[in-house]
């Protein structure tokens, strides 16, 4: 569903767990850093608003948005964290070098997450130009580093729920 349509305040509204003495890994590109930071910035912002303390947020950078696919299988089998949340920015350029990097990217990081100990959230923007990257930031989309926070407590509280059965 586009942004404009759905955001935060529709995941939030359908309430979110206590995240107290949860660990959130949070794996991020240096690609495109002025967007991958403020995305790394609403993530974490979220997660210590729902009770996850500062020293419970493990943050690590690789170089670009295909590295997160190896950054994130390291991080989920350290065993130090509950989720892992993978930021990156792939913004379209006039190669089909985009097309090769945001394809290989979503299908390694969905292995990831379908195969995994824990849950590996997909925080990787997609755009055609900067514009639509800064919009979705901290622009006039909202950030979307907050919903990658919101939907990593949401799956660990997930996981959590089926392991006391």
């Known amino acids: 569903m586009a942004s404009a349509q759905y955001n935060i305040n529709d995941i939030i509204a359908r309430g979110m767990p206590d995240a107290t003495g949860m660990r959130v890994g949070i794996v991020v590109s240096e690609w495109n850093d002025s967007i991958t930071l403020a995305l790394t910035d609403g993530a974490a912002k979220t997660l210590k608003q729902y009770g996850v303390k500062?020293?419970?947020?493990?943050?690590k950078t690789v170089p670009?948005?295909?590295?997160?696919?190896?950054?994130?299988?390291?991080?989920?089998?350290?065993?130090?964290?509950?989720?892992?949340?993978?930021?990156?920015?792939?913004?379209?350029?006039?190669?089909?070098?985009?097309d090769f990097i945001a394809q290989g990217t979503t299908n390694g990081l969905a292995a990831?997450?379908?195969?995994?100990?824990?849950?590996?959230?997909?925080?990787?923007?997609?755009?055609?130009?900067?514009?639509?990257?800064?919009?979705?930031?901290?622009?006039?989309?909202?950030?979307?580093?907050?919903?990658?926070?919101?939907?990593?407590?949401?799956?660990?509280?997930?996981?959590?729920?089926l392991e006391k059965k």
């Open 112 to 161: 990831l997450n379908a195969q995994g100990e824990v849950p590996v959230i997909f925080g990787v923007l997609t755009c055609s130009n900067r514009q639509q990257a800064e919009e979705r930031s901290g622009g006039v989309l909202g950030n979307k580093g907050e919903e990658y926070g919101a939907t990593a407590i949401k799956m660990i509280a997930y996981r959590r729920s």
């Open 64 to 98: 670009g948005s295909f590295e997160l696919i190896y950054g994130s299988s390291l991080m989920a089998q350290s065993h130090e964290v509950d989720a892992v949340i993978a930021i990156g920015c792939i913004i379209r350029g006039e190669t089909p070098h985009f």
């Open 54 to 59: 500062e020293e419970d947020i493990l943050i």
